[in-house]
Antibody, heavy 118, light 103 residues
Framework: EVQLVESGGGLVKPGGSLRLSCAAS????????MNWVRQAPGKGLEWVSS????????YYADSVKGRFTISRDNAKNSLYLQMNSLRAEDTAVYYC???????????WGQGTLVTVSS | DIQLTQSPSFLSASVGDRVTITCRAS??????LAWYQQKPGKAPKLLIY???TLQSGVPSRFSGSGSGTEFTLTISSLQPEDFATYYC?????FGGGTKVEIK
C-alpha cells in the first residue's frame, strides 16, 4: 500500500524553527517528485514547495521562499521541510504528497499541524 | 504565476442533481489540471488528473473536461458521500475551492 506519514508538527513561537518529515512506503520513492502543501485553519489549499526525484529541481511559493528548505533522502525514503523564521500566518496543517507525471499529486499524507503562536 | 479561479465558491444541491464546477486559469495550461475532493478533517483525495483522466477507484459519475484556460468537473448524479469541498490544481497553484452542500 502506498503510504505517506508526516511528523514533526507542533507549537512554536514566532521566529522559531521546525523540521517536518514525511516517511514514504509502498512505492519507489526515488522515482517520484514530492510536494508539501498546507492548509490554514478554515482556509483552502496552498502549495508550499516541490522537489524533483533526484533533488535537481526545487521550487518554493513566494510566501515561504528564503525561510523554508525542502530536501529528501532517497536512501531513507524520506522527505523533509525545514521551516525557519516562522510567522503566525504559517499556522496550518502541512501535507506531503507524491507528484504524478501527468500532473496532480497522489496520495497525500494525513497531515501534521504546525501552530505558530506566542 | 498562474492563477486558478473556481466558480461557484459555494453551491447547494440535492441528491441526484447534476453538478458542474468550473476552474479558469489566468493563462493557458494545456491539460495539466487536477481535481480533488476534501471532506472535513481529512486529506484531499485525487479525483481527476490531466484534466479528464479518472483516478483509479473514483466513481464514474465524476468526469473532467477542458483544456487551455477553462476546465470543468462534473458530477453526473450527486450522492450523499459527494458533499464536500472540491479544488482544482495546476502544478504550484490551487483554486479557491467549491463547497458542495445539501439543499
Amino acid at each position: 500500500e502506498v503510504q505517506l506519514v508526516e511528523s514533526g508538527g507542533g507549537l512554536v513561537k514566532p521566529g522559531g524553527s521546525l523540521r517536518l518529515s514525511c516517511a514514504a512506503s509502498g512505492f519507489t520513492f526515488s522515482s517520484y517528485s514530492m510536494n508539501w502543501v498546507r492548509q490554514a485553519p478554515g482556509k483552502g489549499l496552498e502549495w508550499v514547495s516541490s522537489i524533483s526525484s533526484s533533488s535537481s529541481y526545487i521550487y518554493y511559493a513566494d510566501s515561504v521562499k528564503g525561510r523554508f528548505t525542502i530536501s529528501r533522502d532517497n536512501a531513507k525514503n524520506s522527505l523533509y521541510l525545514q521551516m525557519n523564521s516562522l510567522r503566525a500566518e504559517d499556522t496550518a496543517v502541512y501535507y506531503c504528497a507524491r507528484g504524478l507525471t501527468l500532473g496532480g499529486v497522489d496520495p497525500w499524507g494525513q497531515g501534521t499541524l504546525v501552530t505558530v503562536s506566542s | 504565476d498562474i492563477q486558478l479561479t473556481q466558480s461557484p465558491s459555494f453551491l447547494s444541491a440535492s441528491v441526484g442533481d447534476r453538478v458542474t464546477i468550473t476552474c479558469r486559469a489566468s493563462q493557458g495550461i494545456s491539460s495539466y489540471l487536477a481535481w480533488y475532493q476534501q471532506k472535513p478533517g481529512k486529506a484531499p483525495k485525487l479525483l481527476i488528473y490531466a484534466a479528464s483522466t479518472l483516478q483509479s477507484g473514483v466513481p464514474s459519475r465524476f468526469s473532467g473536461s477542458g483544456s487551455g484556460t477553462e476546465f470543468t468537473l462534473t458530477i453526473s448524479s450527486l450522492q450523499p458521500e459527494d458533499f464536500a469541498t472540491y479544488y482544482c490544481q495546476q502544478l504550484n497553484s490551487f483554486g479557491g475551492g467549491t463547497k458542495v452542500e445539501i439543499k
